[in-house]
């Protein structure tokens, strides 16, 4: 079984920037409010007519150029996103295609939140076996177009952005390697945050749009605490798996959601506050993308550096969740 090592790391965030202060002037809401029960300052926004292949295709040209390869050498590109450009074709292939990558296969998971890390547990699996040696994978969400900006449990909460990560074959500690992988899930959950309308269930119609049938739906109350559990369990379960104690980890990526759930999380696990990354108030849970997105900005800022062990997870909604373990 071969070693896949993270080689390149990238992130785009859209240029508008939307304080709390704009949400004041619409809803029952302040900058305090939200600051206090969320961490969040601000947030990044598409302008209109911006995608998500957008954000995704800057983010992987800038892990690409780090990684020094050029997209006509990638074999596999796997986008972790539920707000792909289209219902079809995949944001994979829309990336592909203004990458040029012609050579790899490409296409999209769609588990939330935790979109990144499945599509980083189904990219290890696929190179392992020496069938693909070169793999792009993307969290991006388009978050902002889904909220109803008359529901304030909801509306304040997101952003948008996309991160991205190049894998290839490695030697192990020396050149890095993802240690440990854990994805689950639990459909029962499903109901505490889902988008009802737009699929097949509830497809696209004028009666669809005067419910709001299109936005965000979410129990914020029960979700914080499945979160803290499946964040913490599927932490430790990893960890144990490697012989790995909290004194070891050198950088903690939780899920940049919320930062009391981060906090908790956090303490739950052991691991300082001074290891923990947070951007939640520069950009808000920007879904799958928070997580290379603060992994990003954490090794371009020289915060991480090569040799160092991080952790990250994440949860949304399915339900699910999963946790990584890799030497960078």
């Not at 079984?1 to 920037?17: H, L, Q, Y």
């Not at 596999?76 to 539920?82: A, D, F, P, Y």
């Not at 190179?127 to 177009?145: P, R």
């Amino acid at each position: 079984m071969k070693k896949i090592a993270i080689k390149g790391t990238g992130s785009f965030s859209p240029e508008r920037v939307v304080p709390n202060s704009y949400f004041e002037k619409i809803i029952d809401t302040s900058d305090e409010w939200i600051t206090t029960r969320t961490g969040i300052k601000e947030r990044r926004m598409i302008e209109k007519g911006q995608a998500m292949s957008d954000l995704a295709t800057l983010a992987s040209a800038s892990a690409l150029q780090m990684a020094g390869i050029s997209a006509d050498e990638l074999d596999l590109i796997i986008i972790g996103t539920s707000t792909a450009d289209m219902l079809s074709p995949s944001a994979a292939c829309m990336v592909q295609y203004r990458l040029g990558a012609k050579k790899a296969v490409a296409f999209d998971v769609n588990a939330a939140c935790p979109g990144f890390i499945y599509g980083l547990a189904v990219a290890q699996k696929f190179m392992q076996d020496g069938s693909y040696s070169k793999a792009l994978v993307v969290g991006g969400e388009i978050v902002s177009n889904r909220l109803d900006y008359k529901d304030r449990s909801t509306c304040v909460l997101f952003g948008d952005g996309a991160g991205a990560v190049v894998l290839e074959h490695s030697n192990g500690k020396d050149n890095g390697e993802i240690l440990a992988m854990d994805i689950e899930s639990d459909g029962d959950l499903w109901h505490l945050i889902h988008v009802p309308g737009g699929g097949s269930r509830i497809p696209p119609s004028h009666e669809m749009l005067n419910e709001g049938l299109q936005y965000l739906k979410m129990n914020g109350n029960e979700v914080f605490k499945h979160a803290v559990r499946t964040l913490v369990d599927s932490a430790r379960k990893i960890m144990a798996q490697q012989g790995i104690t909290s004194e070891e980890i050198d950088w903690f990526i939780p899920h940049q959601a919320n930062i009391r759930i981060m906090d908790v999380v956090a303490e739950k696990l052991g691991i300082p506050t001074e290891k923990v990354i947070v951007t939640v108030h520069k950009y808000g849970n920007t879904s799958a993308a928070t997580i290379p997105v603060a992994f990003d900005e954490a090794v371009r800022s020289g915060q991480i550096r090569k040799g160092d062990l991080v952790l990250v997870s994440s949860f949304g909604a399915g339900l699910t969740w999963g946790a990584a373990l890799f030497r960078y």
